[in-house]
């Protein structure tokens, strides 16, 4: 498995959020995000979750260490209230419109499964090609 704790540094960095604002979002605790940086936790499932769903990141660019948008996230507009410190006092975009997405009529193609267990783990099953 290649070094996901980079790619989740990399969203940090990139997002310009603190290590308290970043762990907000993530809903961990900055001890968790300092634990899981220095090795001695893995990332959940709850925490890939949380940055696919705060951040312009897909579970097989976090899991697979392709980068298509890692190194252009920000955090969605709803994720990162003004009132979260940014590391160098970079300034926050605001957009007063709401982003609104409408569903696909497209058909989807299962990219991958991830597949969670008891003891924390998990492991990626990526379809072949037919």
Do not use: C, W
Not at 109 to 119: A, G, L, N, P
Not at 121 to 129: Q, R
Request: no cysteine.
């Amino acid at each position: 498995m290649h070094d996901i704790i980079q790619v989740i540094r990399d969203i940090q960095k990139k997002s310009g959020l603190a290590n308290g604002a970043f762990a907000d979002i993530l809903e961990i605790s900055p001890a968790t995000l300092t634990h899981l940086y220095n090795g001695r936790n893995k990332p959940s499932l709850h925490l890939i979750e949380q940055l696919i769903k705060h951040f312009d990141v897909t579970a097989d660019e976090l899991i697979s260490g392709k980068k298509r948008s890692v190194l252009n996230v920000q955090p969605k507009i709803e994720s990162a209230p003004a009132s979260y410190p940014l590391i160098e006092n970079q300034p926050v975009e605001s957009d007063s419109s709401p982003k609104v997405s409408t569903p696909s009529v497209s058909k989807k193609h299962i990219t991958s499964v991830i597949t969670t267990y008891s003891d924390g783990t998990f492991h990626v099953y990526v379809p072949s090609e037919n």
